[in-house]
């Protein structure tokens, strides 16, 4: 059972579109940190956010932890074929195990 | 700098073998994870070592897995008598095991038992 709940499964967009990926839960979360993984490789982490309610923006990426940290949401503006790959939201709690969501797969078509 | 490293990148085994599969951490990392990861899911927890300590193994789906840590660094996890649903990329990962520590993940092992 996934404690973290992505959607939409897949994504595919025209570069230069935006895109919103959705990570819930109904635990709450000490932390809360953003993957990307492309095909053959391990997840490369793009940011933790810990308190609720932050934004943290990244170049064209923009992450937003809910205020009552059970959720987070991933945005990307203008959305360029580099940023094609599986986006993995990860928890933590009070210890060390970080629990992952099942990915968002997105594809940004030339 | 060396990041983490894993061997073999593919494994092709018969049901019933026993493989091994290795995780070379970052220098300096107290912490090593191994996680699995099957097509369509997320990660799946397996086990976790921190420094000294007693592994965390509670996410060892039977008792077929185990997995050690030599000397603080190298890790092996072990899979006896494969069965075809271990079939999955199993990755490891390090970090200096604080809190909202990063995770720095190998390129993963690929498991295939047929």
């Known amino acids: 059972t996934q404690l973290l709940e992505q959607s939409p499964q897949f994504l595919s967009i025209q570069e230069g579109e935006n895109l919103t990926v959705y990570c819930n839960s109904s635990?709450?979360?000490?932390?809360l940190q953003w993957y990307r993984q492309e095909p053959g490789e391990g997840p490369v982490l793009l940011v933790t956010v810990v308190t609720g309610g932050e934004v943290k923006k990244l170049k064209r990426l923009t992450f937003q932890f809910g205020d009552a940290r059970k959720d987070s949401s991933l945005h990307i503006t203008a959305a360029q074929p580099g940023d094609t790959g599986l986006y993995l939201c990860?928890?933590?709690?009070?210890?060390?195990?970080?629990?992952f969501g099942a990915g968002t797969t997105v594809t940004v078509r030339a | 700098g060396a990041g983490v490293s894993q061997s073999p990148s593919n494994k092709v085994t018969e049901k019933g073998k026993d493989v091994e599969l290795r995780c070379d951490p970052i220098s300096g990392h107290t912490a090593l994870y191994w996680y699995r990861q099957s097509l369509g899911q997320g990660l799946e927890f397996l086990i976790y070592?921190?420094?000294?300590?007693?592994?965390?193994k509670s996410g060892l789906p039977s008792d077929r897995f185990s997995a050690e840590r030599t000397g603080g660094s190298v890790s092996t996890l072990t899979i006896q008598r494969t069965q075809q649903e271990d079939s999955a990329v199993y990755l490891c990962?390090?970090?200096?095991?604080?809190?909202?520590?990063?995770?720095?993940f190998g390129n993963g092992t690929r498991l295939t038992v047929t």
């Open positions: 990962a390090s970090s200096f095991g604080q809190r909202h520590s990063p995770l720095h």
């Open positions: 070592f921190q420094g000294n300590s007693a592994p965390d």
């Open positions: 635990s709450v979360f000490s932390s």
């Open positions: 990860a928890g933590g709690g009070t210890g060390y195990k970080l629990s």
